[in-house]
């Protein structure tokens, strides 16, 4: 082995779990990955490398761990008469936002590995009520002629200062993660505030970059086998959001979500997803809606230890990893 692939082997060893997961003993176990947007073919679009997915695909074929459905892996965990059916080692792909380029590029990837996929999607953005705050503040801050802003931030100074792409996408993400600490209306009016400051209009609706699937493009992923769930009506970090915002966001995005489509997950998808950004208000909300659990983005494997615990609410806290990029490249050194 070159000491290039060496570097590459050990960078994956030390991961937090895959290296955990190939050892495994005991009982069936799931990896739930989560991604978000693929990149596109003429570099427009960032986001998982198309070829570094398939890569990662192939090896996990070629070492009999299991792709699965996420439903599947839940409802079997949590039944002990199904739950010898488990695979030892599965791994369970979803896909947080219902970009369009999930469609696009990520669906064909996942078919030619007959991979099963859950998509969350966010009704009040595909019906055109709004588009992702996130993705308001990446067009302000390309749109502007400004290489540095001043604002407050709840009677904090808020200075964004970049000289080229690079450092500008590093300030974008700095005063996103600041802003998911702060109430969601709050958020919103600094959003539009940024835009004022900035000199750069929203448009009322998301350009081409930002596009989500339609309805009917989802109908048509979801006659190729393709699932969906409710992922909230607006994308809003429901920790931070009035208990009524709360609970409309999660009881009207799971009707909509029913209404349009023929076969929806009974999964809910809680917006970031992390301890914090949810609690036993929103659980209770997720069970009135008619779900059977929900995801979360805490980095843990799904194993029996979940399904044998006194705590009921485990399915509505489902754990997951992001999926890491660098995996799909080096996975080969182990995947054999």
């Not at 958020?187 to 505030?193: D, I, K, R, S």
């Amino acid at each position: 082995m070159t000491g290039s692939a060496k570097s590459a082997a050990f960078d994956l060893l030390a991961h937090p779990w895959f290296g955990r997961f190939l050892s495994l003993g005991g009982g069936p176990r799931c990896v739930v990955l989560m991604l978000h947007r693929f990149q596109s073919a003429d570099h427009s679009v960032t986001g998982h490398d198309p070829a570094q997915l398939r890569t990662l695909l192939a090896g996990l074929r070629r070492s009999n761990i299991a792709l699965i459905d996420v439903a599947q892996a839940i409802t079997a965990m949590g039944d002990a008469t199904t739950r010898a059916s488990l695979p030892r080692r599965s791994v369970a792909f979803t896909v947080d936002d219902g970009y369009a380029d999930l469609v696009e590029v990520g669906e064909p990837v996942f078919a030619e590995f007959d991979c099963p996929v859950t998509g969350f999607v966010v009704p009040g953005v595909i019906d055109g009520h709004c588009w992702f705050w996130w993705d308001q503040i990446d067009w302000i801050m390309r749109q502007t002629t400004a290489s540095s802003l001043s604002m407050e931030l709840q009677g904090q100074p808020v200075s964004l200062q970049w000289s080229d792409a690079d450092s500008r996408h590093v300030e974008q993400n700095r005063l996103i993660e600041r802003l998911k600490e702060i109430d969601h209306d709050a958020l919103l009016a600094f959003v539009h505030e940024l835009a004022r400051v900035a000199e750069v209009p929203i448009p009322l609706a998301a350009p081409f970059r930002y596009r989500t699937l339609r309805w009917d493009e989802l109908r048509a992923a979801e006659a190729r086998g393709m699932r969906f769930g409710p992922h909230s009506m607006t994308h809003p970090i429901l920790n931070r959001c009035t208990a009524a915002q709360s609970a409309h966001e999660i009881g009207e995005s799971v009707r909509r979500v029913r209404e349009e489509l023929a076969h929806p997950q009974a999964i809910f998808c809680y917006p970031n997803g992390r301890p914090g950004d949810f609690g036993m208000r929103e659980m209770a909300s997720v069970r009135a809606a008619g779900m059977t659990s929900a995801l979360s983005t805490q980095p843990r494997v799904l194993c029996i230890r979940d399904a044998q615990t006194a705590d009921p609410d485990w399915r509505f806290a489902v754990p997951r990893f992001p999926y890491a990029e660098h995996l799909g490249t080096v996975a080969r050194f182990f995947l054999r």
